[in-house]
């Protein structure tokens, strides 16, 4: 893990935090997840079942798993 660095944008990975410049760019966990996935997969098509799994886990040990459209 390391840093990732974007135009204005800086994401630490070790902080879990994002950065514009040198102010803190708020993001919820699931948020910081889901940028840093796409980030660690630049440059390919990220399949939604991935995203998923990678972001959200197989659900079991989370409450209310991964979200859903009703």
């Not at 902080?15 to 948020?31: E, F, G, H, M, S």
């Not at 972001?55 to 079991?60: A, I, R, T």
Request: aromatic content about 8%; overall charge positive; charged content about 35%.
């Amino acid at each position: 893990m390391g840093n990732y660095c974007f135009g204005d944008y800086t994401i630490d990975t070790q902080l879990r935090r994002l950065y514009r410049r040198d102010d803190v760019a708020p993001l919820t966990p699931k948020a910081f997840d889901t940028l840093l996935a796409l980030i660690e997969r630049a440059g390919r098509v990220v399949e939604k079942d991935e995203l998923l799994r990678v972001v959200w886990g197989d659900g079991s040990s989370r409450r209310g798993g991964a979200p859903r459209r009703c």
